[in-house]
């Protein structure tokens, strides 16, 4: 019987493999991508081939970390624009699918709408698709709605498809850890285990008030629907619109002086401006993160009393929240995050796959 069905696809280790396409003599080998290539300098792994994975590298790692694991890696620097280039190819042949709607979550994943009586020819028709046209592989989760969808496809990878749906939901996920559930890190799994939530099923069966009372009305009913793998089943085509532009640069020496971090400040107020500018829409929130020496972060936000793209006054109010640093720390990142004022509704069509599970 055809009926909506809701899939995830998700492109294999995604930045290594665009990597190893454009250098195919560095198939089969550790390949990590990370910062401009040099362990030496102060970055963070972007990604990592299987074959580095294996030895305990993963995205977030310190570069210098990675290297010591895998001393034989291909460590090679980040190249934003050839990624952002194979994703638009990744993206054209998902759209070109017969009867999908295609809604795009970053450079390698996508939520698919469908209906269909055989999910799983469709999604191997999409990785099909998507080979051919890249020569990219990619893992498809098959759902009823967009978090079993999501939580599906870290079962097939890689290069499978799995379905996760209401009928196995409990019998696959039931036993596991809350952290296994997409959007549940550390400190929630960590605040859950403080009521006695360890699993999958705990939290589908605990009392919807004791998790509004730890985490709130809206995020204490989705940690509910999340133990019992309830989610929107909407897939939306719209054009995605950003929220805020960001900025952030780790500093190979720590800035001490606090001439030093406002300058730095400063600087990423006149990059993210640019973009900010390029959209036209005024900024309402800025948003700094400093991070110390030691690996401690603390963020600094503030809301504008009005709406602006006037430079000076974004730049004013962000050497405001670098005034609440602590004298004499070093820093050794800066982050900086402009929210903007979010378009009204225009004639965009939308081709909405509905529903709720």
């Known amino acids: 019987m055809t009926r909506p069905w809701v899939l995830h696809v998700d492109l294999d280790q995604f930045i290594a493999a665009v990597e190893v396409l454009r250098r195919p003599e560095l198939a089969g080998l550790p390949v990590i991508v990370g910062g401009r290539g040099d362990p030496a300098e102060r970055a963070v792994v972007s990604t990592a081939s299987y074959e580095a ?6 995205s977030g790692m310190p570069l210098r ?9 291909v460590i090679l620097p980040v190249d934003a624009p050839a990624y952002e280039a194979a994703s638009e190819q990744v993206m054209a042949a ?5 009867g999908v709607v295609v809604e795009v979550l970053g450079w390698d994943e996508a939520f ?9 020819a469709f999604a191997r028709r999409a990785q099909a698709q998507v080979l051919a046209a890249t020569e990219l592989h990619c893992t498809v989760g098959i759902g009823d709605n967009k978090v079993r969808a999501k939580i599906a496809t870290g079962f097939g990878k890689p290069r499978g498809v799995f379905r996760l749906t209401a009928d ?3 019998e696959t996920m039931g036993e596991r850890a809350t952290l296994e559930l997409w959007g549940v890190g550390k400190k929630v799994s960590g605040r859950l285990a403080k009521h006695g939530i360890s699993t999958v099923r705990e939290l589908a069966e605990a009392d919807t008030a004791v998790l509004i009372e730890e985490f709130g009305p809206r995020m204490g009913a989705w940690y509910s629907d999340l133990g019992a793998g309830r989610g929107s089943a909407v897939v939306d085509d719209t054009p995605w619109v950003a929220r805020g532009h960001s ?3 780790t500093f190979q020496q720590n800035l001490v002086e606090a001439a030093e971090v406002d300058a730095a400040v400063e600087q990423l107020v006149g990059e993210a401006m640019r973009d900010v500018v390029q959209e036209g829409r005024p900024v309402v929130r800025l948003t700094l993160k400093i991070r110390y020496a030691p690996f401690r972060t603390k963020t600094f936000s503030r809301t504008l009393p009005a709406p602006s793209t006037d430079a000076a006054v974004i730049r004013a109010e962000a050497l405001k929240l670098s005034a609440k640093r602590e004298e004499g720390t070093a820093v050794r990142l800066l982050g900086l995050r402009l929210e903007m004022t979010m378009p009204a509704p225009d004639s965009v069509e939308r081709t909405p796959i509905r529903g709720r599970l």
């Open 168 to 170: 196995n939901w409990f």
């Open 53 to 58: 994975r294996a030895f305990g590298v993963g």
């Open 94 to 98: 998902l759209r070109g699918l017969d």
């Open 65 to 73: 970390v990675a290297a010591r694991k895998v001393p034989d890696a």
């Open 112 to 120: 698919l709408g469908v209906r269909t009586d055989d999910p799983e």
């Open 247 to 249: 900025r952030e640069r």
